[in-house]
């Protein structure tokens, strides 16, 4: 099947500084990806939509300064956490759209802000 | 706009003992159907998913699923269930003409004693 990498699996940083999260298509390519965070035992929640070629779309409520999406080419996508504060500690998962009916998950990402 | 409720936060079985995982949604449209299964600290797997024919849908690791449209269930099922099923299961959903914007459930705990 379709697999999806995501980078780093887990990521310690300052308060105040800048974090980049990696998510690639290793064997397909994903011309839309799919940005998730997940808060401690509750369900995922989409945070934006990442388009190869074009600006990300953003759920309401989520800052596009805060999480600055970027999607170069057909197999990576990437998230950076600007300013991380110790609020936005979490698990960030990502998806690739591999066919109409199906996408698949990125391994998630641990952060913590200390 | 979709939602899915999954009645059980949590639920305990012993192994080798079947299990009945319990999804509901809501939408004004058609939608396609699907249960994740996420184990600690990684990303999420796809066990099974619905798009149409029968109502009954198999998926890996022996779970199964059947759509039931009048009650806008989708229940998850194995007949019986080892330790290594110990996870948490997601459903969700997307409707059929969006870009692939899965809509989740909180999830359920799934834990399976000796």
């Known amino acids: 099947g379709a697999v999806v990498s995501q980078h780093p699996s887990w990521v310690i940083c300052k308060s105040g500084t800048s974090v980049k999260i990696e998510c690639r298509s290793l064997d397909f390519q994903a011309t839309t990806m799919f940005w998730y965070r997940q808060f401690p035992k509750q369900s995922l929640m989409l945070m934006a939509t990442s388009n190869e070629g074009s600006k990300a779309t953003y759920e309401q409520g989520v800052e596009k300064d805060k999480f600055l999406i970027n999607h170069a080419s057909l197999t990576l996508s990437t998230l950076t956490v600007t300013s991380a504060h110790p609020e936005d500690s979490s698990f960030y998962i990502c998806s690739a759209r591999v066919r109409v009916s199906e996408a698949f998950f990125g391994q998630g990402t641990r952060l913590t802000v200390v | 706009a979709q939602s899915v409720t999954q009645l059980d936060s949590q639920v305990p079985v012993f192994e080798e003992a079947p299990v009945e995982l319990r999804c509901n949604y809501s939408s004004s449209v058609s939608v396609y159907l699907f249960w994740y299964v996420q184990y600690p600290n990684q990303g999420l797997q796809l066990l099974l998913k619905y798009l149409s024919g029968s109502t009954l849908v198999k998926g890996i690791n022996g779970f199964e699923a059947e759509f039931n449209k009048s009650q806008t269930s989708f229940h998850l099922r194995k007949p019986s269930v080892h330790i290594s099923d110990t996870a948490e299961y997601f459903c969700?959903?997307?409707?059929?003409?969006?870009?692939?914007?899965?809509?989740f459930g909180k999830g359920t705990l799934l834990t399976v004693n000796p």
């Open positions: 969700a959903v997307r409707d059929r003409g969006s870009n692939y914007k899965l809509t």
